[in-house]
């Protein structure tokens, strides 16, 4: 069975700082993985998809790796910014095209 | 235009009761999905659902049956609520995963249900 460990579950940081959220999943088989962003009380935004043959994806201040092999992707902030404090959801799909999820870290960024 | 739409947005209900939630993408998906996300914040599949095949997370209990009139609406139901039942209920689509693996996945903004 699946599971999908986000480390670490809360994180408070000053603005500009550079962060990186780790995910780390047991079962290697995946097709994909994927990073959202969950608002308080709204839905989620996809922000990064990862391919199992891709080692690394990008879109603007974002970078999104993974090491399918040792279970492990991480997700770089660059230069964080108030506007970036949210919940961040790492998920993986298998067959079957189910995502499990971790349990998400919350982020804080101070102005 | 909302891309994955879901109604109502607010759902309270007395234990017992059957209650449906509505979902409508209009993105051409092939591909719906039902995620629950309970007071803990962990979301789980309920769901999968394209017009060929149902795929259902064991997990679920069969108080709960999506219900798809056409390809872009994957409604809900639930019978006989618990308390247990409470919790925010997402929608999804995506493009038929079939066709590979680089389809994401787009979320709906939720339905939050209370059983009193």
């Known amino acids: 069975k699946q599971e999908v460990t986000q480390i670490p579950a809360a994180l408070s940081v000053p603005e500009g700082e550079n962060l990186v959220l780790n995910c780390s999943f047991t079962d290697s088989a995946i097709y994909n993985l994927q990073w959202f962003r969950q608002d308080p009380g709204k839905g989620l935004t996809s922000l990064l998809l990862i391919q199992s043959s891709q080692r690394e994806q990008t879109s603007g201040r974002l970078n999104a790796s993974l090491d399918k092999s040792s279970g492990r992707s991480t997700l770089y902030i660059a230069a964080s910014q108030p506007g970036d404090s949210a919940t961040y959801l790492c998920?993986?799909?298998?067959?079957?095209?189910?995502?499990?999820f971790g349990g998400g870290t919350r982020l804080m960024v101070k102005p | 235009d909302t891309a994955v739409s879901q109604t109502p947005k607010y759902l309270v209900t007395q234990m017992g009761n059957d209650k449906s939630i509505k979902c409508e993408q209009n993105l051409g998906h092939d591909t719906m999905y039902w995620y629950k996300q309970d007071s803990k914040k962990f979301l789980k599949i309920m769901f999968s659902y394209n017009n060929k095949e149902l795929i259902i997370n064991e997990t679920v209990p069969n108080r709960f049956s999506p219900k798809s009139p056409d390809k872009a609406h994957l409604n809900l139901h639930i019978n006989s609520l618990e308390l247990g039942d409470s919790a925010v209920y997402f929608c999804?689509?995506?493009?038929?995963?079939?066709?590979?693996?680089?389809?994401?996945?787009?979320f709906g903004p939720g339905t939050r249900l209370l059983v009193l």
């Open positions: 998920a993986v799909r298998l067959a079957g095209n189910m995502l499990t």
């Open positions: 999804a689509s995506s493009q038929d995963q079939r066709r590979g693996s680089q389809e994401t996945q787009y």
